[in-house]
T-cell receptor
Framework: SQTIHQWPATLVQPVGSPLSLECTVEGTSNPNLYWYRQAAGRGLQLLFYSVGIGQISSEVPQNLSASRPQDRQFILSSKKLLLSDSGFYLC???????????FGDGTRLSIL | DQQVKQNSPSLSVQEGRISILNCDYTNSMFDYFLWYKKYPAEGPTFLISISSIKDKNEDGRFTVFLNKSAKHLSLHIVPSQPGDSAVYFCAAQLTQGGSEKLVFGKGTKLTVNP
C-alpha cells in the first residue's frame, strides 16, 4: 500500500533562517505531488505541484520554492523565512485521472 | 476570489441525528468533488468523492449530493457519531496539464454531542 511521510512534524525557526521540509511517498511510481499551506483560520492553499522529476509548477508568488530531485521525493525550501511563512504545511500525492489526493500528517512551522 | 465556499464555519448535532455539511462553488470547469475530514495536527483524510457526471454517491453512513445547476454539493452523515467530530473540507478538482489541482473551502467544524 502507498504511504506518505513528512518531516519534521513541528519546526520553530527564526525570521531570516533557511527552511527545508521533506516529503516522500512509498508504494507508487510517478505520482503527482503537491505542497499546501493552511494558515490560521483558513482553508488549504495549493503552493506547488509536480507531475514528474524536475517539473515544478508554482501556484502563488511567495517566499518559498519546491524541488523534486527523485520520483517520490518532494522538498519545500526557503532561503530566508518571513513571519508570514508560519502555518501548517501539507504534502499530498495522487495518481492521475480522478483519484483523490492523499495527505501526509503535515509540518507545523512557527516563525519567531 | 474564493471558488469553493463553506459558509458555515461550525455545526453542532446530536449523536444519532443527521449532519449536513454544505459547499458552494463558482467554477463550472471543476470535474470532481471531494470531502476530507481533518483532526487537529493531522493531515486531511479522504472521505468520499463524486464525479461531476453524477448527482449522488453513497459510502456507508456518508452520502455526497451534487447539484450542478446550483453549483452546490453537500455531505450527509447518518447517523452521526461522536467520532465524526472534526473539521470537514470540501474540495473541487480542476484537471489541467496532466495534473489535478484541488481548491479547498475553509472547512466546517462538526461537533457531534453524545
Amino acid at each position: 500500500s502507498q504511504t506518505i511521510h513528512q518531516w519534521p512534524a513541528t519546526l520553530v525557526q527564526p525570521v531570516g533562517s533557511p527552511l527545508s521540509l521533506e516529503c516522500t511517498v512509498e508504494g507508487t511510481s510517478n505520482p503527482n505531488l503537491y505542497w499546501y499551506r493552511q494558515a490560521a483560520g483558513r482553508g488549504l492553499q495549493l503552493l506547488f505541484y509536480s507531475v514528474g522529476i524536475g517539473q515544478i509548477s508554482s501556484e502563488v508568488p511567495q517566499n518559498l520554492s519546491a524541488s523534486r530531485p527523485q520520483d517520490r521525493q518532494f522538498i519545500l525550501s526557503s532561503k530566508k523565512l518571513l513571519l508570514s511563512d508560519s502555518g501548517f504545511y501539507l504534502c499530498a500525492w495522487s495518481v492521475q485521472w480522478n483519484q483523490p489526493q492523499h495527505f501526509g500528517d503535515g509540518t507545523r512551522l512557527s516563525i519567531l | 476570489d474564493q471558488q469553493v465556499k463553506q459558509n458555515s464555519p461550525s455545526l453542532s448535532v446530536q449523536e444519532g441525528r443527521i449532519s449536513i455539511l454544505n459547499c458552494d462553488y463558482t467554477n463550472s470547469m471543476f470535474d470532481y468533488f471531494l470531502w476530507y475530514k481533518k483532526y487537529p495536527a493531522e493531515g486531511p483524510t479522504f472521505l468520499i468523492s463524486i464525479s461531476s457526471i453524477k448527482d449522488k454517491n453513497e459510502d456507508g453512513r456518508f452520502t455526497v449530493f451534487l447539484n450542478k445547476s446550483a453549483k452546490h454539493l453537500s455531505l450527509h452523515i447518518v447517523p452521526s457519531q461522536p467520532g465524526d467530530s472534526a473539521v470537514y473540507f470540501c474540495a473541487a478538482q480542476l484537471t489541467q496539464g496532466g495534473s489535478e489541482k484541488l481548491v479547498f473551502g475553509k472547512g466546517t467544524k462538526l461537533t457531534v454531542n453524545p
